[in-house]
Every structure is written in structure tokens, then in C-alpha cells.
């Protein structure tokens, strides 16, 4: 049985480039006369803008300040042992990019093993340990604190989670065994597995010691000087730490079947992440540590060497790493500066972006529309969303008063935009109506103003055909609703020039936005993905599948709704406007549905009608539709489906519609709400051998969202 600092040093040789974390060990008399204390600082030597984690060499570290506080502690020279972190951070868990080099089962199962093994000291040394929270917490960094015997947590965190499942991962070091045993098995199911499959939901220090998490909560001012007055006074029993007697029965039962609801809801068994986390969670009731821990390794190992997780840390890295450096765009020296802003168009989509800009930007925005009843409405829906975020304590009276006195609307172009940098058009989706409004607009607009267009489907280029300046106009596609999908398509047409592109993204950086560089392609990225598979859906319903085999068909790409739901949240009639763009462009690949058409005709806003709670299909649309007497398997129909989007996106890369693949992946993540455990799609089609089968070839090399040969 090799020890653990063999089996960390094994870990280490394979991960030469960790950023190593210190464990920086300090000793002083507590106040109150308590003792002698050793305090564990974690600290990377960086700032907090680069977090403390944990690699093999790091644990090691840890390791090794234990074995010195654990002699101290036998020879009765300490009362007690703390750990926190440097400021704003105290740890934020394993080093991923150490996890994604491992190739071997063993070495997978080693950094459990490793990590459970340096923890497990701290509840066992002769004396009380104590966890400080004092900052950013996640993973492995809440786990060690777990493995004390108190914790107190800061007002200030701002951040606070068991992360794991939302990566594909569990919590690996004690989370899914020590969380229930502290606070009980429902409140660790909301931490271990909701807030994980909620966009990965943090908690502040607050919330850590409501749920019971924390013992206490402190200021962040003063954070530490509190927490060890507080050490003392636990220590010389001035205060008692009292907590729940945890629910073995039924409850803990109930509470695994309420997460197996949850994970069903968001990943419909496609992942197995966040089933495993609620196996060991379910085996914890009978209080049996060990056992826990050593099934925290087991699926940790299992997991690690598993497509999902690869999936789950590319697209982590996506958003985190390329989403900040959009691939393709211009040198942002060239950005010019943006002191007002334009929008042409008042109705619900106009005033969500006046909205966007003017909380972003904090500068002028102007809008515009074709008479005052429309201006007002605009411009009122701003006021009332501003009134809102003074409501819940976002903004305070000040800022609210700022923010209103810098929207205003008017029925002039040239009154509204002849001193705007940045003008962006939310009108019809029609081609004529959207040139004649560019030209109005150049005709007013200072000569350098960038023209947008929020179009989701048409050519930028030909609106910019009939200009003399074609060179200024950009496409800047929104996604909805606007304040949550993080994605911008921002799209070059042919005359685009690199200031104005550098401006776009100056801007799209400012409104916090995801931006990848399009090219001017019939629907761009997202748009021309989801109506490719839309579209295959469609058909197999057009050609005899029934309705419900064609919707469970897809459930096992985990998305985030069906996608008949989806096309009640676009609009039927924006559906099959896109559709009928692309059957344009494309017509041997992008059919026009007759049933969707007749839905369309029949104003309904979807396929289905909610009387029980549940979708049930309309009856009114069961009695629209027309099919043929194919009907197919549900196998058959995600063959079909995920062929076709195989072979659209081969076809995209080919044109250059972006730049690699993993900018179509980026593009579905943040603006169609894509499975993070997927890696959005070009992962799971290239696991699936569908991208060999359809193109011959893999989309991602290999090591790339899965593991390396």
C-alpha cells in the first residue's frame, strides 16, 4: 500500500506545469488567554484574480503542515489548528487542468485517494481544527473545510459551491459524504446537485451559516480578528456549538428521490454525474465515512476517465478563456469610443437593448420609432425595469435617477442620432424595411457612428449594399431574452472595416456579453443550427412520427427544453420565417414545414396547451396537422436529427461560418442554453461517432473534450 506522499508524488510528475499552492503554517496566543495556535494559510503566491488550487504537489504541501501540527498538537504545545486562505480567496478546489492530462484509471483514482487522504487528518488530529471561509470557495476548497470540526464563513464571500456535477465530476474529497452528515440529506441535495444543474448557483457567506454550513458568520472587515475570539471562546467553553439532529429516516430517502427528480428534469439520465453523487449521498445515511469516502474515489476515477467530464471542463474553458478572447477579432486599439447610443425601433425587443445599454454603457441612449404612442411605450418599459432594480436594492435612488434622466425617445432621426457613436436597428425582419431605415439613418448620423443591425437571419451585406458608407455596418444578434442568454453574434459583412468590427466588440465587451466573430452566412451560428434540427424534427412529424416519439427522441441530449418548447419560446412565426430564409439559401437541406405553416396561419403561439400543468398537444393543432404513415423509432429519429446537425455543422466550418468548431460549441452553450456536460454539441457527436459516420472526420482533435490517447 503506497503511502500518500508516494501516491502525491506519483500525481505530481504527471502535472509538471501546477500552479503550486503554499501551505503556510503560523502560530500566536489566542486572545482571551485560550493558548497557543497554528494557523494554515493556502496561498499561490499570485493575486486573487488567479484562485488557490489544489494540485497533487499542493496537497503534498498541505500534507506536509499537517504532519507539523500534528506533532504540535500530540506534544500538547497547540490548543488548536485553523486554515484559511489569502484574501478574497480561501480555495477554489482541484486543479482542472491537472485532471485533464490524466490518461489512466490508477492516476484518476490516485487523486482521490490522495486528497481524501490529506483531508481525513484534519479530524484527526489531538485537537479542534477550524476552517475560516474568509473568501471564494468551491470544490475541494469547501471539502477541506468540511473535514474540521467548526467553520466560520465571511459576510463578504461572494461565492460559495460544490460545483462537481455541473462539470460532470462529484464532490470527490468528502462533499457528498460529509455535507449530509452536517446539515442533512435535502439541504446537501440543493447544494451537491440543484444548485450545480442551475448554471452552477453560488452562495454567499450568508446563505453557507443559514444552512448550517458554517457555525459562524463574521463581517469581512475584520473577518479573521473575529473568527479566532470566537476560537477562543469555543475553546474555553464560553460558547457551544450546537447542531440539528440530522433526519436518518424517511427524509433522507425523500430527499434523494427529490434529486433524482431534479437531475431527470435537466439532463433526463444523459449524464451520470449527478446520479452518482446520488448514490454516495443515499449511502451516507447510515453515517459509515469510510465507506463514503471510498466511493467518492471510485466515481471520481470512473468519471475522470469519461467523456462528460472532458466535455464539462471544454466548455468551462470556452466560456471562461475563449468567450473573453473572441477568435478573429480586430486589435482593440482600433475600438472607438461610444458616448451615445441609438436604437432604432421601441417595441419589446428595442427596449430590453435601450435597457442593456444604458445599465452597461451608463450613457446616453435615444429611442426612436413611427409614432409617439410607440416612443413612450419604449421608453416607459425602461423607467419601470430601472423602478424594479431599485425595488430589490440592485441600484440605489441616485443611480435610478441617473440612469432615467439618460433614456429618452423621439420621433426625429436626425434629432435622436446626428451626435450617436452607435446606432443598432430592432425593426421588422424584412430586407426593404430594414435598408430604408439604414439609409434614414446615414443620412443623420455623424460620419464615423457604427450602424447595427439586430437581425438573427439576413445578410448584412446586402442591407449595407445601398449605403455610401457600407463599411460601418455590423451585425450584433441578440439572443432572448437579452438580459440572460450571455451571447452576441457579432457578424462581418463583406465591406465590414476592422474599427468598426473593433468597436463592436469594444461594445459587446462592455455590456458583459459572450461575442464570437460570424461570418455573413444565411442565420449565422445559432439560428441556422437549431433549424437545421428543428427542421429534422419537423419532417419526421410531417412524414408520420407521432408528436411525442419525435420530442422524447432528443431527451437524451439533456437540453434545456424540448424542442416544440423551444419553438413556442421563438414563435412559431419566427420559426418559420428562419426556416423559410434557409430554404432560400439552401433548399436541397431546409425543408418548409406545411404543418408548421398552418399553425403559423392559425395564430397559434405553439404546439401545445398547459391545462394540466404538463404540455399536452392543442387540440386544435392535432386537428391541423396532416402526416404521412412513416412512422419511425425513437433511435431512428436521433439518427436523423444528429446527422443532420452533423452535416450542417461540417458544412458551416467548411465555409468559415466561424473560426474552429469549438466556436459553434461556444455559440450554442451561451446562446441556446446547450448542456455544459455535452461540451454544447461537436463532443457528443464526435462520442457518438456521428461526426465520422456524416463527415468522415472527428470535429475536435483527440485529448480535445475527451480523453488523450
Known amino acids: 500500500m503506497s503511502t500518500t506522499a508516494e501516491l502525491l508524488k506519483g500525481a505530481a510528475e504527471l502535472f509538471p506545469d501546477e500552479v503550486v499552492t503554499q501551505a503556510h503554517v503560523r502560530h500566536f496566543d489566542l486572545p ?65 487542468k491537472g485532471v485533464e492530462l490524466l490518461k489512466r484509471h490508477e492516476d484518476a483514482l490516485a487523486i482521490g485517494k490522495g486528497g481524501h487522504e490529506v483531508f481525513k487528518r484534519l479530524s484527526a488530529l489531538a485537537v479542534p481544527t477550524f476552517a475560516y471561509y474568509n473568501g471564494a470557495a468551491m470544490g475541494g476548497g469547501v471539502e477541506v473545510g468540511l473535514h474540521c470540526t467548526y467553520r466560520t464563513v465571511s459576510q463578504a464571500l461572494p461565492a460559495f459551491s460544490l460545483p462537481e456535477v455541473f462539470l460532470g465530476l462529484v464532490p470527490g474529497w468528502g462533499g457528498c459524504t460529509l455535507l449530509p452528515n452536517l446539515i442533512g440529506a435535502d439541504k446537501a441535495v440543493s447544494v451537491v446537485i440543484e444548485n450545480s444543474l442551475n448554471q452552477n448557483k453560488q452562495l454567499r457567506g450568508r446563505q453557507v451559516y443559514e444552512l448550517g454550513i458554517a457555525d459562524a458568520l463574521f463581517e469581512g472587515a475584520d473577518f479573521l480578528e473575529q473568527s479566532l ?31 433524482r427528480f431534479i437531475a431527470d428534469g435537466k439532463v433526463h439520465g444523459a449524464a451520470p454525474a449527478a446520479y452518482r453523487a446520488l448514490d454516495i449521498i443515499a ?49 482593440k486599439n482600433l475600438a472607438r469610443p461610444v458616448t451615445k447610443v441609438g436604437v432604432v425601433g421601441a417595441g419589446l425587443m428595442a427596449s430590453q437593448l435601450a435597457l442593456l445599454f444604458l445599465r452597461r454603457l451608463e450613457v446616453p441612449v435615444v429611442l426612436t420609432d413611427i409614432d409617439q404612442e410607440r416612443v413612450d411605450k419604449g421608453v416607459g418599459y425602461v423607467h419601470a ?42 425593426v421588422f425582419e424584412e430586407i426593404g424595411v430594414k435598408q430604408q431605415v439604414f439609409a434614414e439613418v446615414e443620412a443623420v448620423a455623424p460620419a464615423h457612428a457604427i450602424l447595427a443591425t439586430n437581425t438573427s ?31 452576441l453574434e457579432i457578424v462581418r459583412g463583406e465591406q465590414t472595416d476592422d474599427a468598426s468590427l473593433a468597436t463592436a466588440f469594444a461594445v459587446a465587451k462592455k ?47 439533456g437540453l434545456p427544453m424540448s424542442p416544440l418548447v423551444l419553438l413556442e419560446l421563438v414563435g412559431p412565426a419566427i420559426g418559420l420565417h428562419v426556416s423559410q430564409t434557409l430554404h432560400g439559401a439552401f433548399p436541397d437541406r431546409f425543408e418548409v ?70 466556436d459553434v460549441d461556444l455559440c450554442l452553450i451561451t446562446g441556446a442554453g446547450w448542456p455544459f456536460h455535452l461540451g454544447g454539441i461537436t463532443p457528443y457527436l464526435d462520442r457518438e461517432g456521428v461526426s465520422e459516420r456524416v463527415n468522415g472526420k472527428k470535429f475536435l482533435a483527440p485529448g480535445v473534450a475527451s480523453v488523450p490517447a
Do not use: C
Open 32 to 96: 482571551l488567554g485560550a493558548g497557543r495556535f497554528a494557523l494554515i494559510t493556502l496561498d499561490n503566491g499570485f493575486d486573487h484574480t488567479k484562485p488557490t488550487t489544489f494540485g497533487p504537489q499542493s496537497l503534498a504541501n498541505l500534507n506536509t503542515a499537517i504532519d507539523q501540527v500534528e506533532k504540535e498538537a500530540a506534544a500538547g504545545e497547540i490548543v488548536g489548528v485553523g486554515i484559511t486562505g489569502k484574501p478574497f480567496i480561501f480555495a477554489v478546489g482541484a486543479d482542472l
Open 229 to 259: 475570539l470566537w476560537t477562543a471562546q469555543v475553546l474555553k467553553g464560553d460558547i457551544e456549538v450546537e447542531r440539528p439532529v440530522i433526519d436518518r429516516g424517511e427524509a433522507w430517502d425523500q430527499a434523494v428521490e427529490r434529486g
Open 283 to 331: 449511502a451516507a445515511k447510515n453515517g459509515d465515512l469510510q465507506q463514503g469516502y471510498d466511493a467518492e474515489d471510485q466515481a471520481l476515477a470512473d468519471l475522470i476517465m469519461g467523456g462528460e467530464l472532458r466535455a464539462g471542463i471544454y466548455a468551462f474553458n470556452l466560456v471562461q478563456k475563449r468567450g473573453k478572447r473572441p477568435a478573429g477579432a480586430p486589435d
Open 385 to 426: 425595469e430601472i423602478d424594479k432594480l431599485l425595488g430589490k436594492g440592485r441600484i440605489n435612488q441616485d443611480k435610478a435617477n441617473r440612469l432615467k434622466a439618460l433614456v429618452s425617445g423621439v420621433l426625429d432621426k436626425a434629432e435622436g442620432f446626428r451626435d450617436a457613436d452607435f446606432v443598432i436597428e430592432a
Open 457 to 487: 437571419s439576413l445578410s448584412v451585406t446586402e442591407m449595407a449594399s445601398k449605403l455610401k458608407h457600407p463599411e460601418r455596418v455590423v451585425g450584433f444578434h441578440f439572443f432572448n431574452p437579452v438580459a440572460v442568454l450571455p451571447l
Open 511 to 557: 455590456l458583459k456579453k459572450t461575442a464570437v466573430l460570424v461570418k455573413d452566412a444565411p442565420a449565422f451560428v445559432v439560428n441556422r443550427i437549431l433549424t437545421r434540427f428543428m427542421g429534422e424534427i419537423q419532417n419526421v412529424i410531417d412524414e408520420g412520427t407521432p408528436v411525442e416519439a419525435a420530442e422524447k427522441a432528443v431527451e437524451p441530449l
Open 593 to 662: 414545414s406545411p404543418n408548421l405553416k398552418s399553425v403559423v396561419e392559425a395564430g397559434k403561439r405553439g404546439f401545445y396547451v398547459y391545462d394540466s400543468g404538463k404540455p399536452e398537444l392543442d387540440p386544435e393543432v392535432a386537428a391541423l396537422l396532416k402526416q404521412g404513415d412513416t412512422v419511425l423509432t425513437e433511435e431512428q429519429v436521433r439518427a436523423r436529427v444528429l446527422d443532420a446537425v452533423a452535416q450542417e455543422i461540417g458544412l458551416m466550418l467548411d465555409e468559415g461560418v466561424v473560426a474552429e468548431a469549438q
